[in-house]
C-alpha cells in the first residue's frame, strides 16, 4: 500500500510540474512588446518564458510580431485567448481570423486577430476571411 501511495504522489508531482497554466491577464497590464495596456481581455495573450514568468500582450498580433523578432528565443508556452470563451489556449492549438480591432490610439482600427479554440468557431467568425495557425500569423507578422 505504502509503495502505490508513493508512486501516485510522484506521478502527480510530476503531472503538475510538467503543465503550464497561464496566469490571468488584467486590464492595464502593460504588453511586453508596445507598453500600451491591454484593453480586451478577449484578444490578448501571454507568453510564459523559461524562467516560468508571465509576459501578457496586448493581442496575438503584438505577440506574434515579439515572437518573430526574438526567433532565437525559446519559451515554455504561448497562449492566446479563445475570443469565444474568454479562457486561454496555446497559441499553437488555435485557429486564428483576420480582424480589424479598435487601434490603441483609440482612433480608428488596425489589423489584427482573433483566436479560436475550434475551427468550426473560427469558421463562423471568418467572414470569407482566411484562417490561419499560429505559424503563420507570426510569418505575417511585422517587427514595427
Not at 526574438?70 to 469565444?84: E, H, K, M, P
Not at 483609440?106 to 470569407?128: I, M, N, P, V
Request: proline residues 6%; glycine residues 6%; hydrophobic residues 45%.
Amino acid at each position: 500500500m505504502t509503495k502505490s501511495l508513493y508512486a501516485a504522489v510522484i506521478a502527480a508531482t510530476l503531472v503538475a510540474c510538467a503543465s503550464v497554466k497561464p496566469a490571468p491577464v488584467q486590464i492595464g497590464d502593460r504588453c511586453l512588446r508596445c507598453r500600451v495596456p491591454v484593453g480586451d481581455l478577449r484578444v490578448a495573450g501571454e507568453i510564459i518564458d523559461n524562467l516560468r514568468a508571465p509576459h501578457p500582450f496586448r493581442t496575438a498580433g503584438c505577440m506574434a510580431k515579439y515572437v518573430k523578432s526574438n526567433l532565437g528565443a525559446s519559451y515554455t508556452a504561448i497562449f492566446v485567448t479563445d475570443f469565444n470563451s474568454g479562457r486561454m489556449i496555446e497559441a499553437h492549438d488555435a485557429w486564428f481570423v483576420p480582424a480589424q480591432l479598435p487601434a490603441s490610439s483609440g482612433r480608428g482600427t488596425q489589423a489584427d486577430y482573433l483566436a479560436f479554440r475550434s475551427r468550426a468557431d473560427a469558421e463562423t467568425a471568418r467572414a470569407g476571411m482566411p484562417l490561419l495557425r499560429w505559424s503563420q500569423v507570426v510569418a505575417e507578422a511585422g517587427t514595427n
